[in-house]
């Protein structure tokens, strides 16, 4: 078996440095009363330039064209015109995630805004900063079914964190001055704002609001003393504690907070899907990603942990398999910006609603008093059994039998070519799970990926939006050939308007993480999973000519032998986008695995090898 990226480094005796801050966001409002006479339009136009946006991703049409004209006149603001209205929602979720400001998209009416749908409920999943305006039909033709009406609030009402119809248009600066605001503070989250072509239009005078007030809009970020400190004593004398970090870390930006806390608790911690990077994967205490395809480490430590502190984790059902079997003998520490989160699937013992990077600082000295009175904690014995954990199952993968690439090396080789300040975007599926276990990500907004809703063709256009978002670092979105199918027009995009983003297609002619549960659970009867039935080698679509056909570069790769040459090759191509084809094995599994509603206790370390904790013990 072919080792991982994640061999268990020693422990180190002093903290190291603390990783660079990230990106601020955009400030919301601007100093001095602004007040001049504009149109609906001219005046969405000068709210966008007020709240510092810098890219809208969108496509015009009939109910948002007034706005288009003002639009093209904005020194401040560049619009990127894309293929198809999900394209130019992932890519606003992409700019941020990378960035960490608000994302920005823009659609028509009817089918446009309908086309959002998916980047506004996959923004809302995982908790991206963005804000969608959409235009309306005239205010006097709303639910009259009109040309292209669709009542696009109802709509995203479940999946949006608030959202907006605008008839007045002396209500537009107010409404896209609080649309940032909500949609960048407490949790964040996608914004809708809906705005009918009669507002467009019509005269108004632009005031650009001096604070943003929502009396029923408070965020509590300070959190309660009492639950801080019962959270440090319960970590200061815990014997098997596991620190279970979640996404919410990584929007907090509170990964420098985190840093300090690993290294005083001297505690294990776990980083999941949406977590990659919070902690970087070369600190020792780091288990790696838990859950269905997490290392076995990181997954038998949930399970036999004594205390389980969660920061900014929202107790997924990928992570905890049945929940009536996960960390059956822990307490738990739930500390969350969004209290509707906390106690929600796994019951709590100490709540502690808060924004992370106060939470984390508050316990801190809580946790060095602790320490003062009572000495560090024993967790010789703990770090013996993780130890042997990881020495006993490393990430890993078994060479092909037929002769293409293993899937798994052609990501590892990617993550170590391109290296930590790379931005990685990955589609849903085998290769999305390989990214996350073969890369190793050393800092916060360098792992992006559609984690809660799962939405095939998310790489191509955010690693667009990323690469927008941070022109300087290698952009890879690593896709697997069903995905790349869904959205590659976007393609186009970055050619016209040079984002040279590089593109990793993981290409197993067939929608790869069907087929493996069709594997395991259907008796390897491969129903519609097969990308290219009936045409045996012939390569349908033939990837590297389209990418020529989009102005890309384009290239294929069919041996290990030239696996490093092909990407160093993408590496050096910095004028225009670059598609590699990567030939692998449909063979190909990810392990470890805990099959849909099974106990974690049940994780497959490869197919029929399983970990015995009891064992273990």
């Keep these: 078996m072919a080792q991982g990226p994640h061999p268990a480094p020693p422990r180190p005796s002093a903290p190291p440095a603390t990783p660079a801050s990230v990106v601020p966001p955009r400030p919301a409002t601007t100093a001095g009363p602004v007040v001049e006479q504009v149109t609906g339009a001219q005046s969405i136009v000068r709210s966008l330039e007020e709240v510092g946006v810098d890219v809208v991703f969108g496509i015009p049409g009939g109910a948002i064209l007034p706005t288009y004209d003002p639009l093209m006149d904005s020194q401040r603001v560049r619009h990127i015109l894309v293929r198809h209205e999900q394209g130019g929602g992932h890519a606003a979720a992409g700019y941020a995630a990378a960035t960490g400001r608000v994302g920005v998209c823009m659609a028509t009416s009817g089918p446009g805004a309908t086309n959002l749908v998916t980047p506004i409920a996959d923004a809302h999943m995982d908790s991206v900063p963005m804000v969608a305006i959409t235009g309306q039909v005239g205010a006097s033709l709303i639910g009259t079914d009109a040309f292209q009406e669709a009542d696009i609030v109802g709509i995203t009402l479940p999946v949006t964190k608030h959202n907006y119809l605008v008839t007045n248009p002396d209500d537009i600066p107010r409404v896209i001055a609080e649309a940032f605001h909500v949609a960048s503070s407490g949790r964040p989250g996608p914004v809708l ?151 929600k699937n796994k019951a709590v013992d100490v709540p502690i609603v808060g924004d992370l990077r106060e939470v984390i600082g508050d316990l801190l000295p809580e946790l060095e008093r602790e320490h003062e009175q009572h000495g560090r904690p024993d967790l010789e014995g703990w770090w013996r059994q993780l130890d042997a954990w990881r020495e006993t199952f490393p990430l890993g993968y078994e060479e092909p039998s037929d002769g293409h690439l293993a899937p798994q090396h052609v990501i590892q080789r990617i993550g170590e070519l391109s290296g930590p300040e790379a931005v990685y975007a990955a589609g849903v599926g085998q290769h999305q799970m390989w990214a996350a276990q073969f890369i190793r990500y050393e800092r916060p907004n360098s792992w992006l990926n559609s984690g809660g809703l799962g939405t095939m063709g998310y790489a191509v256009p955010a690693a667009m939006g990323a690469k927008v978002g941070e022109p300087d670092r290698t952009v890879w979105a690593i896709d697997g050939d069903g995905c790349f199918q869904m959205t590659n027009q976007e393609l186009a995009t970055c050619t016209i308007n040079d984002i040279p983003i590089k593109v ?114």
């Design 504 to 617: 990793a297609i993981v290409n197993n002619s067939s929608l790869g993480m069907v087929r493996q549960w069709q594997t395991l659970f259907y008796e390897s009867r491969y129903s519609n999973t097969d990308l290219h039935t009936g045409h045996g080698t012939v390569h349908v679509p033939d990837f590297v000519k389209l990418a020529d056909a989009y102005g890309c570069v384009g290239l294929r790769c069919e041996t290990k032998a030239d696996v490093d040459a092909t990407i160093k090759r993408a590496l050096e191509i910095d004028d225009r986008p670059v598609v590699v084809d990567f030939t692998v094995s449909r063979d190909a599994m990810v392990w470890p695995m805990v099959a849909a509603g099974v106990s974690n206790d049940d994780i497959q370390y490869a197919r029929g090898i399983s970990p015995a904790w009891d064992r273990e013990d």
């Design 193 to 343: 704002v809906d705005i009918a072509k009669s507002a467009m239009q019509a005269q108004t005078t632009f005031r650009w609001p001096q604070e943003v007030a929502l009396p029923g809009y408070h965020p509590v970020t300070k959190p309660h003393a009492k639950q801080i400190r019962e959270a440090a004593r319960l970590l200061a004398t815990a014997r098997r504690p596991v620190l279970y970090v979640g996404g919410g870390t990584i929007r907090a930006r509170a990964s420098a907070q985190l840093r300090r806390l690993v290294d005083l608790s001297g505690a294990p911690v776990v980083t999941t899907l949406m977590a990659r990077g919070a902690l970087p994967d070369t600190h020792p205490q780091h288990l790696g990603m838990p859950g269905m395809h997490g290392t076995v480490a990181a997954v038998a430590a949930l399970q036999k942990a004594d205390l389980v502190v969660a920061l900014g984790a929202r107790f997924d059902d990928r992570v905890t398999g049945l929940l009536s079997s996960f960390a059956p003998n822990a307490t738990v520490v739930h500390a969350d910006i969004d209290p509707a989160e906390i106690g």
